[in-house]
């Protein structure tokens, strides 16, 4: 064989390519009544052409029928027992022993998400995270799994203080020091993706009258250019990843690779959840697919091939809160699909998104209000809770305050009413919190309470009371 032949060989059988894709998964989330069984659920996953898929969990029923599937799975230590993760490395042992020791490899477990959006965990969650994922960590050390297995923590877009332009995002500067930096240390040293959560839907829903709706759903459009750094972007998607890239590179860590851990768009909505339809959830989610498996990067980081986890497999009848939470699915719970996207590169070769031609004239988007800290371009909706380290003397005040001149709606929480339970200060001034809050229009300022409260951009859960986001 002479050089020539022998090298077009080499490179026809090398198993890696000099152009490779991203990769597509789901998230498998399982709060309903009306869901198959896992094992059909990993039969679907395959017919799909689905290779990768994220739990909220470890549940022994679904690792049992991933068991030899091929699929590699994402598993999730809850944030309710991040704290005893935290304090007792013998109950993160016995965790990683149960449920990652005893499938893998049989069952492909390629990493563990600590907890989930932390920072925005109404139950102060935070503190523990760090020494929770050092824990697991020497707990796969011990199993020597550690290679093969990763460690990371999905962070909300809340996480930033600026997300507009891109090229200015900033982590917020309360977490810094306290867990940003030193997540980034751990993420460095064993090897590790930052996780991250993105929504673009928030996005629109809270600014859909200065962000064009085709770039919101990666459809053609002339494209923006960021006035920060000159690069123009087609998609609000590459835009907030490059954001998180942006603020990760103004503390230094140029060389922590990011994975898209969630993202969807809702089929079906509440009357005041802008842009939440069916057409829209199929052209965000297809077109997107589209985008990671034809490879590329974003623009600053054009090399950064994307691994990126569709929420959700199946639309959830039981989760709380709007209409739109209920509507992710990209499946009914009869396996039959919401709406008919590919999921493989093959598939695409005959997908073409059914949205409205691409718009024109001026695309410029402008920067989008502040809202009390937490810019409603990453959130959309957001929400003001009590901060329970704050102290009895700054919640009470601050409860008194919010109902009495401050105008609060606080008959939810007066004895017998339906957001009396739980009968904690904590709950009841997060109520009477977001009710000001919502009344202010979430102006800047206005879910402060000297230090009392904080801006969430996960809807709050204290019993059943539900939070509104309106008045």
């Known amino acids: 064989m002479d050089f020539l032949a022998a090298f077009i060989f080499l490179v026809l059988v090398s198993p890696i390519s000099l152009s490779e894709s991203g990769s597509i998964g789901v998230n498998y989330g399982r709060i309903s009544d009306?869901?198959?069984?896992?094992?059909?659920?990993?039969?679907?996953?395959?017919?799909?052409?689905?290779?990768?898929?994220?739990?909220?969990?470890?549940?022994?029923?679904?690792?049992?029928?991933?068991?030899?599937?091929?699929?590699?799975?994402?598993?999730?230590?809850?944030?309710?027992?991040?704290?005893?993760?935290?304090?007792?490395?013998?109950?993160?042992?016995?965790?990683?022993?149960?449920?990652?020791?005893?499938?893998?490899p049989s069952t492909q477990i390629e990493s563990i998400a600590v907890g989930n959006e932390v920072f925005v965990d109404t139950h102060n969650t935070t503190s523990f995270l760090i020494p929770a994922m050092r824990n697991i960590h020497k707990a796969l050390v011990s199993y020597n799994l550690h290679s093969a297995i990763k460690i990371s923590s999905p962070l909300a877009l809340s996480a930033l203080q600026n997300s507009y332009p891109s090229?200015?995002?900033?982590?917020?500067?309360?977490?810094?020091?306290?867990?940003?930096?030193?997540?980034?240390?751990?993420?460095?040293?064993?090897?590790?993706?930052?996780?991250?959560?993105?929504?673009?839907?928030?996005?629109?829903e809270g600014n859909s009258d200065v962000i064009p709706l085709d770039y919101a759903l990666l459809r053609e459009n002339p494209g923006m250019v960021d006035s920060g750094n000159g690069l123009r972007y087609f998609n609000l998607f590459d835009a907030q990843i490059d954001a998180v890239f942006a603020a990760m590179s103004a503390l230094k860590y140029d060389d922590i690779e990011i994975v898209v851990t969630e993202t969807g768009w809702p089929?079906?909505?509440?009357?005041?959840?802008?842009?939440?339809?069916?057409?829209?959830?199929?052209?965000?989610?297809?077109?997107?697919?589209?985008?990671?498996?034809?490879?590329?990067?974003?623009?600053?980081?054009?090399k950064a091939d994307l691994t990126v986890y569709l929420f959700a497999l199946f639309n959830e009848n039981?989760?709380?809160?709007?209409?739109?939470?209920?509507?992710?699915?990209?499946?009914?719970?009869?396996?039959?699909?919401?709406?008919?996207?590919?999921?493989?590169t093959e598939g695409l070769k005959h997908y073409r998104d059914?949205?409205?031609?691409?718009?024109?004239?001026?695309?410029?988007?402008?920067?989008?209000k502040s809202s009390g800290g937490v810019s409603k371009s990453l959130t959309g909706s957001?929400?003001?809770?009590?901060?329970?380290?704050?102290?009895?003397?700054?919640?009470?005040?601050?409860?008194?305050?919010?109902?009495?001149e401050g105008g609060a709606d606080c008959r939810s929480i007066q004895p017998g009413a339906t957001c009396y339970s739980p009968?904690?200060?904590?709950?009841?001034?997060?109520?009477?919190?977001?009710?000001?809050?919502?009344?202010?229009?979430?102006?800047?300022?206005?879910?402060?309470?000297?230090?009392?409260?904080?801006?969430?951009?996960?809807?709050?859960?204290?019993?059943?009371?539900?939070?509104p986001t309106g008045y």
Not at 61 to 77: E, F, H, M, Q
């Open 354 to 368: 059914g949205g409205h031609p691409p718009t024109t004239g001026d695309q410029h988007v402008k920067p989008p």
């Open 318 to 344: 039981k989760k709380t809160g709007p209409t739109s939470e209920r509507n992710y699915g990209l499946f009914f719970p009869d396996e039959k699909k919401v709406y008919d996207i590919p999921f493989t």
């Open 167 to 204: 090229s200015s995002g900033s982590f917020r500067p309360e977490l810094v020091d306290l867990v940003i930096k030193p997540m980034l240390d751990f993420l460095r040293e064993s090897g590790s993706r930052l996780m991250i959560n993105v929504y673009p839907f928030f996005a629109y």
């Open 34 to 104: 009306e869901l198959p069984s896992a094992v059909k659920v990993v039969q679907l996953l395959k017919s799909q052409g689905i290779d990768r898929v994220k739990i909220f969990d470890a549940d022994p029923a679904v690792l049992k029928a991933l068991s030899g599937s091929g699929i590699r799975v994402t598993v999730d230590l809850p944030n309710e027992i991040l704290f005893s993760a935290a304090k007792r490395a013998s109950f993160a042992a016995t965790w990683v022993k149960r449920n990652v020791a005893a499938y893998h």
């Open 423 to 467: 009968d904690t200060l904590e709950a009841h001034a997060s109520f009477a919190f977001n009710s000001y809050y919502q009344k202010k229009g979430r102006l800047a300022g206005s879910c402060y309470f000297g230090g009392a409260a904080y801006v969430v951009s996960q809807p709050p859960k204290y019993g059943r009371c539900e939070f």
């Open 382 to 404: 957001s929400w003001c809770v009590a901060n329970g380290d704050a102290g009895k003397e700054r919640l009470q005040g601050g409860l008194d305050y919010a109902c009495g």
């Open 267 to 302: 089929s079906k909505g509440d009357e005041n959840e802008v842009g939440a339809t069916l057409a829209n959830a199929a052209s965000y989610n297809g077109n997107l697919i589209r985008r990671i498996l034809t490879g590329g990067g974003t623009p600053l980081r054009p």
